[in-house]
T-cell receptor, first 116, second 116 residues
Framework: AQKITQTQPGMFVQEKEAVTLDCTYD???????LFWYKQPSSGEMIFLIY??????QNATEGRYSLNFQKARKSANLVISASQLGDSAMYFC?????????????FGEGTQLTVNP | DTGVSQNPRHKITKRGQNVTFRCDPI?????LYWYRQTLGQGPEFLTY????????KSRLLSDRFSAERPKGSFSTLEIQRTEQGDSAMYLC??????????????FGPGTRLTVT
């Protein structure tokens, strides 16, 4: 079974500063994918970034980067130069198997608040 | 590409009534997923389809729940004899099995169900 743990229920950051959202995972499958989604108050889940278990380099997408430490089973999201619009709920998720489209297992989320 | 759409966006029903939700995936996506999200939690997997075949169902999907994807395009999720515990956001997502965009799941805006 897969498990995702997000230990930060809430995080605060000043506008223009960087913030790291923590995520640890557990799976016995050697092949897996890790995802981060953003959920604003409107409710829609917005895909941010993806890391495959065999990827050699950390994933980056604009201001988002994923700090992937396989031995520690962690996949932290780093948001650089925070903006007020980044205030939202952030979910880490995992899918066992890189090429199959099977279920996602989500963590409980971290509520990020960006202060002006 | 119009994204994943869900209807209705909000549904209020009385306990014991039946409700049906609809999801229209991204047109070329052959996989479709249903998740349920209760307040303060991450989404939980309910079921998924590959084309018209329902390939996996979660234990969360009791016999009061039924999902269909009759022609491999849109899907419906029906809840019979609703209970207050069914109050949640019901999220639909779609993905390609293989392809350049990868097996990423793209989510719709959700249907928020309130059972009174």
């Amino acid at each position: 079974a897969q498990k995702i743990t997000q230990t930060q229920p809430g995080m605060f950051v000043q506008e223009k500063e960087a913030v790291t959202l923590d995520c640890t995972y557990d799976t016995s499958d050697p092949s897996y994918g890790l995802f981060w989604y953003k959920q604003p108050s409107s409710g829609e889940m917005i895909f941010l970034i993806y890391q495959g278990s065999y990827d050699q380099q950390n994933a980056t997408e604009g201001r988002y980067s994923l700090n992937f430490q396989k031995a520690r089973k962690s996949a932290n999201l780093v948001i650089s130069a925070s903006q007020l619009g980044d205030s939202a709920m952030y979910f880490c998720a995992m899918r066992a198997g890189e090429t199959s489209g099977s279920r996602l297992t989500f963590g409980e989320g971290t509520q990020l608040t960006v202060n002006p | 590409d119009t994204g994943v759409s869900q209807n209705p966006r909000h549904k209020i029903t009385k306990r014991g009534q039946n409700v049906t939700f609809r999801c229209d995936p991204i047109s070329e996506h052959n996989r479709l997923y249903w998740y349920r999200q209760t307040l303060g939690q991450g989404p939980e997997f309910l079921t998924y389809f590959q084309n018209e075949a329902q390939l996996e169902k979660s234990r969360l999907l009791s016999d009061r729940f039924s999902a269909e994807r009759p022609k491999g395009s849109f899907s419906t999720l029906e809840i019979q004899r609703t209970e207050q515990g069914d109050s949640a956001m019901y999220l639909c997502a779609s993905s390609l099995l293989f392809g350049q965009s990868g097996p990423f799941q793209y989510f719709g805006p959700g249907t928020r169900l309130t059972v009174t």
